[in-house]
């Protein structure tokens, strides 16, 4: 699924992609991990979030340290 323009929405392929932010959510366990604010593309016409590849990699590895901790729940900004 790689195509040169990433402007067109792959979900409803009718809206075009705007820069915005993400909420993701992590679960594992007994214990909820949200992060916001991460850098993504967002369709203008669903919704839809598009979370950046290299942004994606750094929350999971984060989180997953998060985890490790034993955290139960815990909201944390990407971009502070
Ligand atoms: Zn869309």
Request: with cysteine.
């Amino acid at each position: 699924m790689k195509k040169n323009s990433i402007c067109q929405c792959a979900v409803c392929k009718n809206g075009s992609l705007i820069d915005g932010t993400a909420t993701m959510t992590f679960e594992k366990d007994n214990s909820v991990i949200v992060v916001k604010n991460v850098p993504a593309l967002v369709c203008n016409n669903c919704g839809e979030e598009f979370v950046h590849d290299s942004a994606a990699r750094e929350v999971v590895s984060n989180v997953t340290k998060e985890f490790h901790k034993g955290v139960q729940i815990e909201v944390v900004d990407y971009a502070a």
